[in-house]
């Protein structure tokens, strides 16, 4: 019966948008989207959306600058920047190399690029997550990429170019829009939006379990927990949000699921803290290994 619903409700919705599901058979709405919708709206839609989440922006990125690498200098990769709402929460000094599969979004980022001299803007890179080519192997201190995993092609490939160009003991900040509770009204709404939202929103899945992608990659720690933001009359209001680290990085090996630490701490731990507590653990196995010689 609920499927019966769903489908019948996302019918109705289809025909509400059957002009852009008409551009689209015509192979109009793909090139104006890009160019011409996406750009307009997420510049529009980014000022109301960084006050929703400005105290979880600001929890997550502030020991951004513990990162650094011995010089001192944090280098900064952000994958998908669109108009640059991340630009404010980032330290002074920041070397900050911005990519984007969207050409379009360029005069919203000379915008916010402007508006944020406390950085050091590297040339742009117009490039998709999955291919990095242009970024060197362990060349950055941090990756940041919000509001991004839910349209890419391939997560899985986006995840192992971040490993690649992340040096040992970096972390990759994330927030992103995922799949609701199964038994919410949210995941209800979800199902019934999902290909009409996709279509409209440049290949937007309302339905992916993002947490599960990290969960499989090889990262060492991951530090993870649900958020809701306000967004209400909207399918899209569950978030992810944290940063794993990479500690070691070598090609990915079948093995046992990292287990994720979903339960929202008081506040996400500091680099040196964690790296305490693996030094500890190291210490111990040791002691272990000696006992049994």
């Given at each position: ?111 916010s690029m402007a508006q944020n001299q406390h950085l ?82 440049d290949e937007c899945h309302l339905t992916r379990e ?84």
């Open positions: 019966m609920a499927k019966a619903v769903v489908l019948f409700l996302r019918v109705c919705v289809q025909l509400l948008a059957l002009p852009i599901y008409l551009l689209s058979f015509l192979g109009i709405w793909d090139p104006f989207c890009k160019k011409i919708f996406l750009p307009f709206f997420m510049e529009k839609f980014t000022a109301s959306y960084n006050r929703m989440v400005s105290r979880h922006k600001q929890e997550l990125f502030c020991n951004l600058q513990e990162f650094a690498g011995p010089s001192g200098e944090l280098t900064l990769l952000e994958i998908g920047t669109g108009t640059g709402a991340n630009f404010q929460f980032y330290p002074p000094g920041c070397k900050i190399t911005c990519t984007d599969i969207n050409l379009n979004f360029q005069h919203g980022v000379s915008k050091q803007f590297q040339p742009f890179l117009v490039i998709p997550g999955e291919d990095l080519n242009q970024v060197a192997d362990s060349s950055m201190d941090a990756v940041v990429c919000t509001l991004v995993l839910c349209s890419v092609q391939s997560i899985e490939g986006v995840l192992k170019e971040v490993l690649r160009v992340l040096r040992a003991g970096g972390a990759f900040y994330f927030l992103e829009h995922v799949a609701a509770d199964p038994t919410s009204w949210s995941s209800f709404w979800q199902q019934v939006y999902y290909p009409t939202w996709k279509l409209v929103f993002i947490w599960k992608n990290l969960e499989q990659a090889t990262f060492s720690e991951i530090k993870l927990r649900h958020i809701q933001v306000p967004l209400y009359w909207t399918p899209v209001q569950s978030h992810i949000i944290g940063y794993p680290i990479r500690l070691n990085w070598a090609p990915r090996q079948e093995g046992p699921a990292l287990q994720l630490s979903t339960p929202p701490p008081a506040h996400f731990p500091s680099p040196a803290s964690r790296e305490s507590e693996i030094r500890g653990k190291s210490e111990q196995e040791q002691g272990r290994a000696g006992s049994t010689r």
